[in-house]
């Protein structure tokens, strides 16, 4: 038995091959299914001759559309800049790297005051979200402002520094800086 999708097999029946020249080539178009012309008038429902544009493999209509120049172009420039990409492009790291930290100062710690502190505390006595600043050394002695600043006051709503990214030299400057607030 000859296959039927062979397009080369001369035994199949002709009535559904097309000449080569495309002025011979007018095959009809198969009028709609029946659960279409249910919708459709007799008026509507004709046949119509397509200009042969189209080959059939297998009992399918395969078009012969061409791809635009302008999309060659594109699919050929993304080529391009796919194969660049992936030879030369180096990974990046956008992470925040911290600055190498310096030995513990009264600068370091009124910088690091001014970037993680200020926004609760104020460097006078004057309260914000939590208390000023100035006279806290005398209040609290070295071990209780060690205390705070390491271990924060979650009871008051006071995080531990630690855990908003101030490393122990940071620390150390902090309390130096406020030792320096009367």
């Known amino acids: ?82 194969l660049y990409y992936a030879l030369f492009a180096a990974p990046t790291d956008d992470r925040m790297q911290a600055a190498p930290s310096a030995e513990p100062s009264v ?15 104020n460097t006078t006595a004057e309260r914000k979200i939590g208390p000023g600043m100035a006279g806290a050394y005398t209040r609290l002695g070295d071990e209780g402002l060690k205390t705070v600043l390491h271990n924060g006051r979650p009871e008051k709503g006071m995080p531990a520094p630690p855990s908003l990214g101030i490393n122990d030299k940071q620390i150390e400057s902090l309390f130096l800086y406020i030792k320096t607030l009367k």
């Open 107 to 121: 600068e370091v710690g009124a910088e690091t005051f001014a970037t993680s502190c200020a926004a609760c505390h």
């Open 1 to 82: 038995m000859a296959d039927p999708r062979d397009p080369n097999d001369q035994t199949k029946d002709t009535a559904g091959k097309f000449a080569e020249d495309p002025e011979k080539q007018t095959p009809e178009t198969p009028a709609p299914t029946p659960q279409s012309q249910v919708f459709m008038t007799d008026e509507e429902v004709e046949t119509h001759r397509d200009k042969g544009h189209y080959d059939v493999v297998s009992d399918i209509k395969m078009g012969h559309a061409k791809v635009p120049k302008f999309l060659k172009v594109v699919y050929a420039a993304l080529a391009v800049w796919g």
